[in-house]
Protein backbone atom coordinates (compact mmCIF):
# COMPACT_ATOMS: atom_id res chain seq x y z
CA UNK A 1 0.00 0.00 0.00
CA UNK A 2 1.28 3.67 -0.86
CA UNK A 3 0.70 6.52 0.89
CA UNK A 4 1.51 10.16 -0.06
CA UNK A 5 2.12 12.70 2.43
CA UNK A 6 2.53 16.27 1.05
CA UNK A 7 4.53 18.85 3.62
CA UNK A 8 4.67 22.69 2.87
CA UNK A 9 8.51 22.94 3.03
CA UNK A 10 8.07 26.53 3.21
CA UNK A 11 6.39 26.38 6.53
CA UNK A 12 9.56 25.41 8.37
CA UNK A 13 9.79 27.88 10.37
CA UNK A 14 6.21 27.49 11.55
CA UNK A 15 6.64 23.62 12.09
CA UNK A 16 6.21 22.91 16.07
CA UNK A 17 8.24 19.33 16.01
CA UNK A 18 12.02 20.81 15.32
CA UNK A 19 12.92 17.74 13.25
CA UNK A 20 9.98 18.01 11.34
CA UNK A 21 11.53 21.75 10.88
CA UNK A 22 14.58 20.65 10.10
CA UNK A 23 13.76 18.15 7.63
CA UNK A 24 11.24 21.02 5.65
CA UNK A 25 14.48 23.28 5.66
CA UNK A 26 16.73 20.64 4.18
CA UNK A 27 13.85 19.77 1.39
CA UNK A 28 13.50 23.57 0.82
CA UNK A 29 16.90 23.58 -0.34
CA UNK A 30 18.82 24.65 3.65
CA UNK A 31 21.87 22.47 5.32
CA UNK A 32 21.55 19.50 6.39
CA UNK A 33 21.37 20.18 10.39
CA UNK A 34 19.97 16.55 12.15
CA UNK A 35 20.92 12.70 11.63
CA UNK A 36 18.14 12.18 9.60
CA UNK A 37 18.37 14.97 7.34
CA UNK A 38 22.43 14.21 7.12
CA UNK A 39 22.17 10.70 6.51
CA UNK A 40 19.36 11.95 3.56
CA UNK A 41 21.93 14.39 2.02
CA UNK A 42 24.68 11.77 2.22
CA UNK A 43 22.50 8.84 0.17
CA UNK A 44 21.77 12.14 -2.44
CA UNK A 45 25.03 12.20 -2.94
CA UNK A 46 26.19 8.25 -3.54
CA UNK A 47 22.95 8.29 -5.80
CA UNK A 48 23.71 11.45 -7.94
CA UNK A 49 27.22 10.07 -8.36
CA UNK A 50 26.42 6.35 -9.11
CA UNK A 51 26.64 6.27 -12.77
CA UNK A 52 24.86 2.12 -12.47
CA UNK A 53 22.15 3.17 -10.02
CA UNK A 54 21.22 6.29 -12.31
CA UNK A 55 21.33 3.98 -15.13
CA UNK A 56 19.04 1.56 -12.97
CA UNK A 57 17.09 4.14 -12.34
CA UNK A 58 16.44 4.83 -16.03
CA UNK A 59 15.82 1.95 -17.26
CA UNK A 60 13.04 1.30 -14.62
CA UNK A 61 11.53 4.54 -15.27
CA UNK A 62 11.24 3.15 -19.25
CA UNK A 63 10.27 -0.63 -17.99
CA UNK A 64 7.66 1.59 -15.35
CA UNK A 65 6.15 3.59 -18.87
CA UNK A 66 6.07 1.01 -20.76
CA UNK A 67 3.89 -1.63 -18.63
CA UNK A 68 1.91 1.48 -17.89
CA UNK A 69 0.89 2.19 -21.98
CA UNK A 70 0.33 -1.48 -22.08
CA UNK A 71 -2.27 -1.28 -19.19
CA UNK A 72 -3.93 1.54 -20.91
CA UNK A 73 -3.81 -0.29 -23.91
CA UNK A 74 -5.55 -3.39 -22.27
CA UNK A 75 -8.21 -0.86 -20.70
CA UNK A 76 -9.31 0.42 -23.92
CA UNK A 77 -9.36 -3.01 -25.32
CA UNK A 78 -11.61 -4.18 -22.80
CA UNK A 79 -13.78 -0.79 -22.95
CA UNK A 80 -13.78 -1.18 -26.49
CA UNK A 81 -15.08 -5.13 -26.39
CA UNK A 82 -17.60 -3.96 -23.64
CA UNK A 83 -19.01 -1.19 -25.44
CA UNK A 84 -19.32 -3.43 -29.13
CA UNK A 85 -21.22 -5.98 -26.54
CA UNK A 86 -23.71 -2.99 -25.39
CA UNK A 87 -24.29 -1.62 -28.55
CA UNK A 88 -25.40 -5.37 -30.24
CA UNK A 89 -27.10 -6.28 -27.32
CA UNK A 90 -29.51 -2.60 -27.89
CA UNK A 91 -29.89 -2.99 -31.44
CA UNK A 92 -31.02 -6.75 -30.35
CA UNK A 93 -33.57 -4.88 -28.07
CA UNK A 94 -34.93 -2.38 -30.74
CA UNK A 95 -35.48 -5.34 -33.23
CA UNK A 96 -37.23 -7.54 -30.73
CA UNK A 97 -39.65 -4.26 -30.12
CA UNK A 98 -40.18 -4.06 -33.36
CA UNK A 99 -40.61 -7.40 -33.91
CA UNK A 100 -43.01 -7.18 -31.38
CA UNK A 101 -45.33 -4.16 -32.40
CA UNK A 102 -45.37 -5.95 -35.87
CA UNK A 103 -46.87 -8.70 -34.08
CA UNK A 104 -46.32 -11.02 -36.84
CA UNK A 105 -43.62 -13.53 -34.95
CA UNK A 106 -43.82 -14.96 -31.12
CA UNK A 107 -41.68 -13.71 -28.69
CA UNK A 108 -39.68 -17.57 -28.87
CA UNK A 109 -39.53 -16.85 -32.64
CA UNK A 110 -37.55 -13.08 -31.57
CA UNK A 111 -35.93 -14.76 -28.79
CA UNK A 112 -34.37 -17.01 -31.51
CA UNK A 113 -33.93 -14.02 -34.69
CA UNK A 114 -32.34 -11.54 -31.68
CA UNK A 115 -30.88 -14.25 -29.65
CA UNK A 116 -31.73 -12.35 -26.47
CA UNK A 117 -33.33 -14.40 -23.81
CA UNK A 118 -37.12 -15.52 -24.54
CA UNK A 119 -37.61 -13.78 -20.50
CA UNK A 120 -36.32 -10.24 -21.75
CA UNK A 121 -38.01 -10.82 -25.13
CA UNK A 122 -41.34 -11.38 -22.97
CA UNK A 123 -40.61 -8.36 -20.73
CA UNK A 124 -40.80 -5.96 -23.51
Known amino acids: MTENIYLNARAAD ?30 TKRVTNDEDWRERYVTWEMDLKIIQEDAEKKGEKRGEKKGRLAGKKEKAIEIAKSLKEK ?17 EVAAL
Open 103 to 119: GKLSDSEIAEVTALPLR
Open 14 to 43: KAEDTALADFLCYVNGGKAGSEFTQAIDAE
